[in-house]
């Protein structure tokens, strides 16, 4: 797929590229700018935590804004609505008045390991009852047009990969679109090492049924390696499309590309700007992405450590990208 050896990369038009969900990173503004700096194939929202009962509009439009545009960002990027929750009926109801408002498609949430979300029931503590999995995915499935796509992110399991192939089978029975695989465990959090090739059972498994890879995928060698070792030709990028937001731009391109320092600091500006007047929350927002941009800059380092007690706008605005 690639030759980094000569610099250049011949990708395979066929490969898939989406922005993963990030909650409290990953929200309407940031996906506007992410995914007008890199072609993303879609993107998926942050989840939405679904209890008992059918929300209102306004839940739906204030957390997915998109739904008012198509489903899509402002430079035409679909945004998949997610949805984490254990009741089967309340997560049907939720997710056919996502789409009824606008959703393009519904995404199920099954890999969060935050413990506020797992004591109810939801998320990555699903991972050990493959058939409320399928309960899950099944109804939400019935609950909306065949048209609609209707999809799962999971884990590899909660200790191990153990039940990884019984979870992937409830999905698939449950007529899911497709089935996103974070390669890591629960109990890992978001520590390494990803594990591709548990993903591969999955792709060998269910060869007709696409397998969407994710896991520390954050340059053309690692995806490389992510490709050989699971098998797959979708890919989800969370945090590294965060540090490098052209990362994907570049992957798609035939030649190497980054964008300049100035850029990138322009680019975090604008997420001020677009954020509105909640002062405290947006210098919080910007110093977040700023510093998980110090990975790639050594720029971003040092800006980093000039404003990371700032605690108003102007200050930032002050300083000299
Ligand atoms: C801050 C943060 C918030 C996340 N929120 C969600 C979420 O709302 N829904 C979800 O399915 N996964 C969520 N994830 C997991 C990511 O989508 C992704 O699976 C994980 O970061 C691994 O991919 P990466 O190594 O490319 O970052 C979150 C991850 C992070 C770091």
């Known amino acids: ?5 000569r610099g250049t990369k011949s990708v395979d038009p066929s490969i898939e590229l989406v922005l993963a969900p990030m909650e409290g990173l990953t929200d309407f503004f940031m996906r506007d700018i992410l995914t007008s700096l890199s072609p993303y194939d879609w993107c998926v929202s942050e989840f939405l935590r679904v209890t008992d009962h059918l929300y209102p509009a306004s839940v739906f439009h204030k957390h997915c804004p998109e739904i008012n545009t198509q489903g899509k960002t402002s430079a ?15 997560m049907a109801d939720n997710a056919a008045k996502a789409v009824e408002l606008g959703a393009p498609a519904i995404d199920i949430n099954f890999g969060c ?11 990555a503590a699903l991972l050990n009852n493959a058939e409320l999995i399928h309960q899950i995915v099944a109804s939400v499935r019935r609950s909306v047009p065949k048209h609609i796509a209707v999809s799962a992110k999971i884990r590899l399991g909660l200790e191990s990969s153990e039940e990884l192939l019984v979870n ?11 089935l996103t695989i974070h390669a890591r465990t629960k109990s890992q959090g978001y520590r390494p090492p990803v594990d591709w090739r548990s993903i591969g059972q999955v792709v060998q498994r269910f060869p007709d049924w696409k397998i969407i890879a994710n896991g520390d995928i954050s340059s053309a060698a690692s995806l490389r390696q992510c490709q050989l070792e699971s098998g797959c030709s979708s890919f989800m990028i969370g945090r590294a499309a965060v540090s490098q937001p052209d990362l994907v731009a570049s992957l798609k391109s035939a ?14 500006l604008q997420l001020i700007q677009s954020m509105g007047d909640k002062e405290r ?22 800006r980093f ?17």
Do not use: C
């Open 76 to 90: 035409g990027t679909p945004v998949h609505l997610q949805l984490l929750g254990s009741d089967p009926s309340a």
């Open 255 to 268: 030649i190497d590309t980054r964008m300049s320092w100035p850029e990138v600091g322009l680019a975090q």
């Open 281 to 302: 929350g947006i210098v919080g927002r910007y110093k977040q992405w700023l510093s998980m941009t110090t990975s790639v800059y050594p720029e971003a380092h040092e």
């Open 168 to 178: 992937a089978e409830a999905i698939h029975e449950a007529s899911a679109s497709w």
């Open 305 to 321: 450590q000039r404003l990371k007690r700032a605690n108003h706008i102007a200050e930032i605005l002050a300083d000299p990208i």
């Open 1 to 5: 797929m690639f030759d980094v050896s």
């Open 113 to 123: 390991p935050a413990r506020t979300v797992n004591k109810s029931g939801g998320g």
